[in-house]
């Protein structure tokens, strides 16, 4: 009954790599999410699609891009991962008109050394 | 600006006791507004989603009102257990042009004492 994964529970990087996050859902939804989520400073929006090939900016985007070429999938990408990207990351969706709200993905705990 | 605001930040109950918690908001121009579990280290569960013309939504033991007049919506947990412990989040959605954005709440951290 998963409707929103995210390809990796833990991920542990060093610095300067360049990291993708994957996220996929498969209801349909036109809309998509990228947070992440820090304590203290709760959950902040890093980038949001709307459409396939459509991106928006959100709260927090430097240092992030993100893609996505098909509708159910919305990759996060670290261009060059520094240890102030280590965080909770979240991937969320929902349908054009809000009627259903949002569905999150499970996270994935990314670590930057 | 809406602002969600929710307090108090952290809650300890004993086992089986009735509660409440809240959410207030600060502009009553709002589509719907959704209630959230997350446990520790882990993403976030949708409870309850209510749209603006509704004044309450029901899931089994949870209550979530609303009353937009007052920028007010609570989640009411009935007979609490220990499996209710967990961070609680609620978020509004401004219009139905924006539900690309939600603007959030802290969250209450709710620990049920066995």
């Known amino acids: 009954d998963v409707k929103v994964t995210q390809s990796s529970r833990y991920l542990v990087k060093r610095t300067g790599e360049k990291v993708f996050l994957e996220c996929v859902q498969d209801?349909?939804?036109?809309?998509m999410f990228w947070y992440r989520q820090d304590p203290g400073l709760g959950l902040r929006l890093i980038y949001f699609?709307?459409?396939?090939?459509?991106?928006e900016k959100g709260d927090i985007p430097e240092g992030y891009s993100v893609s996505r070429e098909k509708k159910e999938r919305f990759s996060l990408i670290l261009e060059s991962a520094s240890t102030n990207q280590t965080s909770m990351y979240l991937c969320?969706?929902?349908?054009?008109?809000?009627?259903?709200?949002?569905?999150f993905g499970s996270g994935t705990r990314l670590t930057v050394v | 600006k809406q602002e969600v605001t929710q307090i108090p930040a952290a809650l300890s109950v004993p086992e089986g006791e009735n509660l409440v918690l809240n959410c207030s908001f600060t502009?009553?121009?709002?589509?719907?507004l959704q209630w959230f579990r997350q446990d520790p280290g882990k993403g976030l569960t949708s409870l309850l989603l209510?749209?603006?013309s509704q004044r309450e939504q029901t899931s089994g033991r949870l209550n979530a009102s609303l009353d937009k007049s007052s920028g007010r919506s609570t989640l009411y947990i009935a007979a609490s257990q220990p499996g209710d412990s967990a961070t609680y989040l609620c978020?509004?959605?401004?219009?139905?042009?924006?539900?690309?954005?939600?603007?959030w709440g802290a969250g209450t951290k709710l620990i049920i004492k066995p």
């Open positions: 969320a969706s929902s349908p054009a008109a809000g009627w259903y709200g949002y569905t």
């Open positions: 209801m349909d939804h036109e809309n």
């Open positions: 699609s709307y459409d396939v090939k459509m991106k």
């Open positions: 502009d009553s121009a709002i589509y719907n």
């Open positions: 209510i749209q603006s």
């Open positions: 978020a509004v959605s401004p219009s139905l042009d924006s539900n690309y954005q939600l603007i």
